[in-house]
DNA sequence: ATATAATGCAAGCACTTACTTACATTACGG
DNA sequence: CCGTAATGTAAGTAAGTGCTTGCATTATAT
């Protein structure tokens, strides 16, 4: 049991990678040791189960506590640095963990419920920090929305639509055009609601 | 050949019905041939191969050209009044051809690449549209933006994350949501652009 | 009423898949 | 250097999958 990490890790690596793209059930378990360059037996020993091994492979999905502490500590309270701020880091944790969000998206009749709950926190915390900042916002008569919680779902949505219509989908891409995004789309909301 | 219509509808829609759930992978033939009432065989005498089948559904994705004549014919170059017809039109076509685009969302190794195509046609065609629109608003000094393309793209993508947030999920769902997400993230856009 | 086409039924085939077993080989720390 | 744990190899199992075949049954149209 005392995993040599290296093996095991190769391992998850590989299912990552190959599931993200082709699926749970398109991805064989030969495929995956064969990518990790190990044998076929060495996965069943280190995870018992295709199924085990997937859910290991998402327990290494830290969820960012990274928005919580950033709406608790580093807002301005000035509306388009805070805006833009929000937009860089929710594409930060997205793209981290987009491989696995990849692999809930795509789905399976036989992937524990456990793995969607997982990947759906991430949007549905924001949504409540961002429409409570936006609340906040408005008692200091630093924005004007007729419905904060609508304008939040608006913004995440539109960042959400961004990521997984693959702005970002290469590997090391240049990111340029996600700034690009993400920028004139925090000009345009900030505009937006300011009084 | 010559199909019995009912036959083979109840099939497509068995067929669209189940992988828009459980994923092309994760549906058999089986399965399909019993929610559709019918004998497997009767399935495969009638589209000869699991894929021909899916084929032939996409097939009846008809992509809407209402896209097209709406904005050639309905627009009254008047912002907001423009954008809630815009957006209103999206989620309907996006909502008729729902199960298709889930079908495609979840992908397959083994699907042929006319399917993703297809089901990226529709967005593209838009943004075009869109950026077009934006454009000419702005000769006409009725639209304000630096980025013209960049703020079609903010649009359609914010319409693109609140669908497939399944936000309209449930089957006849009163769709009053959605209505409210339309008017006001409408109304945000319209705000943000006049200058 | 009879020919023709569409469907049902039972069985099976060829192949893949997740997973197992038994045994040989290597790596490695004390 | 030796014992133990980790890995490789080969073979196989049981179940499921897409798809086929042969024949009986029902509907339909002329």
Redesign the pocket.
């Known amino acids: 049991?005392?995993?040599?990490q290296?093996?095991?890790d190769k391992i998850l690596m590989a299912a990552i990678d190959l599931m993200s793209e082709k699926g749970y059930?398109g991805?064989?378990?030969?495929?995956i040791?064969a990518a990790a360059?190990?044998?076929?037996?060495?996965l069943?020993?280190?995870?018992?189960?295709?199924?085990?091994?997937l859910e290991t492979a998402f327990h290494r999905y830290h969820y960012a506590e990274e928005m919580t502490k950033l709406f608790q500590e580093s807002l301005k309270w000035e509306l388009h640095t805070d805006l833009l701020l929000i937009s860089r880091t929710y594409h930060k944790i997205m793209n981290r963990n987009r491989k696995l969000l990849y692999i809930a998206q795509k789905g399976s009749s036989s992937l524990p419920q456990e793995i969607y709950q997982e990947a759906g926190r991430h949007p549905r915390h924001l949504r409540n920090l961002l429409t409570n900042y936006l609340t906040a916002m408005m008692e200091k008569n630093k924005v004007m929305t007729a419905n904060p919680e609508m304008t939040a779902m608006s913004f995440m949505w539109m960042n959400y639509g961004a990521f997984y219509s693959g702005l970002n989908a290469k590997g090391a891409s240049p990111d340029q055009p996600l700034d690009d995004f993400i920028e004139e789309s925090v000009r345009l909301f900030a505009r937006a609601l300011t009084p």
Request: no cysteine; glycine share 6%.
């Open positions: 049991m005392n995993d040599n290296s093996t095991s059930d991805t064989t378990t030969k495929e040791a360059g190990v044998n076929e037996v060495t069943f020993r280190h995870f018992g189960t295709k199924q085990k091994l």
